[in-house]
């Protein structure tokens, strides 16, 4: 059996290795569930915190953006964002290891 080479074996392989993938889901669009644990959290206590010279500077109040809530974060994008990054990356990740591991060669 020929010998396998495409696991990265430095940091700089496994830098760029990594770099594209990454890149390219943020510039698809689209949303990954650690990510969004972070950034709605601090967006829910800035719309319901947050001082009136941050909603002065920004030229709008929290009555501009009523479906920020709980709630909506929560159930309307935790969960399906959550959802999706599970099967997305269980097939994508399954899928790069079956085409580089266990495909045989033609």
Do not use: C, Q
């Not at 020929?2 to 392989?13: G, H, K, N, P």
């Not at 309307?76 to 099967?87: K, S």
């Amino acid at each position: 059996m020929a010998r396998r080479t495409y696991a990265a074996r430095s940091v700089t392989d496994k830098v760029l290795a990594i770099l594209f993938p990454i890149t390219a889901f943020v510039a698809a669009g689209f949303e990954h569930s650690v990510a969004n644990m972070y950034f709605l959290p601090i967006g829910l206590l800035i719309h319901d915190d947050g001082s009136s010279a941050f909603w002065k500077a920004s030229g709008a109040s929290p009555s501009d953006y009523p479906d920020i809530t709980w709630t909506h974060a929560l159930v309307d994008n935790l969960l399906p964002v959550t959802i999706g990054n599970i099967i997305g990356g269980s097939v994508m990740v399954g899928l790069v290891y079956w085409l580089i591991y266990v495909r045989t060669a033609r």
